[in-house]
């Protein structure tokens, strides 16, 4: 196995980025998995350091170009652990005082261990469920939310308005966010639909380090959703809106429709007044935002608009309260890429660390608008007897919705 091949996935800027790294651990200092692990391996930039070795080349760039030397496979299957050791949640970026990408070279390196077969045992067993039945979590089950909701669905409808895009984790893992939705756009009076025959957005391949079948599973859901001929695609998780909106493109997958998060519709149906808000929430909230939506996806302000037309307008200030990291500094909620599969503990000791936070400000109840996070803080919450309620956005949303005209 020859470098030749793996250095064909960098970029030419990703090149750079290798050699420009100083290691001087800035990003350290602002990785949540490192914060909660401490463990060397942890440390974003000696992951660089680790795929400078992996492909045998020293610091130089005229070193890192040439296709000369043969991968050190030792290397590779050592740096596996560590490179599974992240959420891919991308703070290191902001913390890199200059710049570096760090987590998009991480997926290289996830990609060159996949292909050489030393990903981590429990990820060869979502592996097999992704290859056999197109999700991360189990055989079947992504339409028995149907099943639970008094009224019917339009599923694979022509000429749509729009197409929710439900998500693995939605339907399988937490449908009553799935639920949520549907009941938002019904009462909205939308002209939506869903399909019967959703695949993984893909997300679930580039945290395994697949990219081929990223591309296949985006290439596929592309052409069944134009199929349908809809103008918008709206999704509930913050990993689809990432994977749609800025990853297929990347992946050199191009649509015809709009993508929007379900946080940007609900705003847009709110200011609009196709949805009121009954009785408003007087308990204290906090916002979390998700990695992939925030940092990695641009959407910040939607979230905390929509939260603000269901708290006392009055006094906003009092009942819609922010953690001390947040916006584009988010603190990751630990469930990212995997590692809840593979360090369970840590994953809710990260989470712990900011349901902390949420306490810290007085906040009664911890809100985010991605099912991951919500699953994840769910979990930290009881496993560590926490005082706070656990919502998506869409279920806040829904369960205030006015049902008078």
């Known amino acids: ?10 970029k030419t800027s990703q090149i750079i980025e290798l050699e420009t790294c100083v290691r001087c651990g800035a990003c350290s200092e602002v990785c949540p998995v490192y914060e909660q692990d401490k463990s060397i391996i942890a440390v974003p930039a000696l992951k660089l350091q680790e795929l400078r070795k992996i492909i045998g080349k020293d610091v130089s760039i005229m070193g890192l170009i040439s296709p000369a030397s043969k991968v050190d496979l030792k290397e590779l299957r050592k740096a596996a652990e560590a490179a599974y050791l992240c959420t891919l949640c991308g703070r290191c970026w902001i913390g890199c005082i200059i710049g570096i990408r760090n987590r998009e070279l991480r ?16 990820l060869k067993d979502v592996d097999e469920l992704l290859l056999k ?36 984790t939605s339907a399988i893992r937490d449908p009553n966010i799935a639920k949520s939705t549907a009941y938002i756009l019904r009462s909205a009076g939308e002209n939506w639909t869903i399909m019967d025959n959703e695949w993984c957005c893909g997300s679930a391949w580039i945290a395994l380090g697949n990219m081929d079948a990223a591309k296949n599973f985006a290439e ?51 200011n609009e007044g196709r949805l009121k808000i009954g009785k408003r929430i007087t308990e204290r909230i906090t916002y979390h935002d998700p990695c992939s939506l925030s940092r990695l996806g641009g959407i910040i302000n939607e979230p905390r608009n929509v939260l603000r037309q269901i708290i006392p307008k009055e006094v906003d200030f ?14 990751c909620c630990g469930g990212g890429a995997f590692l809840e599969f593979i360090h369970p503990e840590l994953t809710l000791k990260i989470a712990e660390h900011r349901l902390n936070q949420a306490n810290r400000i007085g906040a009664e109840i911890l809100v985010s608008s991605c099912p991951i996070c919500k699953i994840t803080f769910t979990n930290a919450t009881n496993k560590f007897n926490k005082n706070i309620k656990i919502y998506d956005i869409v279920e806040l949303v829904a369960r205030n919705i006015s049902t008078n005209p």
């Open 318 to 331: 009092h009942y819609l309260v922010e953690m001390p990291e947040n916006k584009m500094n988010t603190y």
């Open 1 to 10: 196995m020859t470098t030749e091949n793996f250095l064909r996935e960098l």
């Open 107 to 122: 997926e290289v390196l996830r990609s060159m261990i996949y292909r050489a077969g030393y990903i981590p045992k429990p």
């Open 220 to 270: 596929r859901n592309v052409k069944e959703i134009e199929s349908l001929n809809v103008e918008k695609v709206v999704v509930s998780c913050a990993e689809c809106y990432r994977m749609f909106k800025w990853e297929y493109p990347e992946l050199n997958v191009n649509y015809n429709f709009e993508v929007l998060h379900i946080s940007e519709l609900i705003n847009k149906y709110l």
């Open 133 to 168: 039945y197109k999700n991360p979590y189990k055989p079947s089950g992504r339409l028995e939310w149907i099943r639970e909701l008094d009224f019917q669905i339009p599923v694979n409808a022509r000429g749509a308005n729009i197409l929710y895009f439900v998500g693995c």
